[in-house]
């Protein structure tokens, strides 16, 4: 089935450790992103990619890190630099970046910073 | 800069009821799009509906309706005889044309809605 998987589903990290964010898609779609989903404040945009090898900061980059080096991936690192990384992460992948094209979500990880 | 704002955090209704999600938003493109998502208890967001600036036809499927009102900035989003399955978290989004390839989807804080048998 075509779809984009995110794993973990659950994530505990201690306090200071970096942890990767792993998104795969099968869509064979070219733009790929990262948003960042805490209670009561909606969808901010952390990352976008529209090519292989490309990304651009979103509106909340500051503490995360990515790279894309095959079209199907694009994984997420959550630095120690980031002040308040416990919330629910969600990818999605569109088929080209452009504003008329819906995105397609996987099911989220949700990160827990102890 | 684009702005979408859901006044509604939280919803909660009887089933068989009908139900508007109001969707109010901001941009100084003159072509832009703009989409509901729901989400689900399991996490994903599926995608409902994408309108464009140029087409103010309102939509229906099924049980759902779409009201787009350029002259008020709002995009409303209506459930007729509203079902225990529609219980879940729906967001609008805007997205800009002249962003071009760079395009992003900024959303709404979400609108909780809640449907009690």
């Known amino acids: 089935d075509g779809g984009i998987t995110q794993s973990p589903k659950y994530l505990f990290r201690k306090e200071g450790q970096n942890v990767t964010l792993s998104c795969e898609q099968n869509?064979?779609?070219?733009?790929m992103y990262w948003y960042r989903q805490d209670p009561g404040q909606g969808l901010r945009l952390i990352y976008y990619?529209?090519?292989?090898?490309?990304?651009q900061k979103g509106d909340i980059a500051e503490g995360y890190s990515v790279s894309r080096e095959k079209k199907e991936s694009f994984p997420l690192t959550v630095t120690s630099a980031q002040k308040n990384p416990t919330a629910f992460y969600l990818c999605?992948?569109?088929?080209?970046?452009?504003?008329?094209?819906?995105?397609?979500f996987g099911q989220g990880t949700r990160l827990t910073v102890v | 800069a684009q702005k979408v704002t859901q006044a509604q955090t939280e919803i909660s209704v009887v089933e068989k009821e009908d139900v508007t999600l109001d969707c109010v938003y901001e941009?100084?493109?003159?072509?832009?799009?703009l989409f509901w998502y729901k989400q689900p208890p399991s996490g994903e967001l599926v995608f409902l509906i994408r309108?464009?600036?140029?087409?103010?036809q309102n939509e229906i499927s099924g049980r759902y309706s779409w009201n787009f009102q350029k002259s008020t900035s709002s995009f409303n989003f209506t459930i007729t005889a509203s079902q225990v399955v529609d219980s879940a978290v729906y967001f609008c989004?805007?997205?800009?044309?002249?962003?071009?390839?760079?395009?992003?989807?900024?959303f709404g804080k979400g609108i909780t809605l809640s449907v009690r048998p």
């Open positions: 999605a992948s569109s088929i080209r970046g452009l504003a008329n094209t819906e995105a397609f």
């Open positions: 869509l064979n779609h070219d733009a």
């Open positions: 309108r464009n600036s140029f087409d103010e």
């Open positions: 941009t100084r493109d003159t072509t832009y799009y």
């Open positions: 989004a805007l997205s800009e044309a002249t962003q071009g390839a760079n395009s992003k989807l900024t």
């Open positions: 990619s529209q090519i292989v090898n490309d990304f």
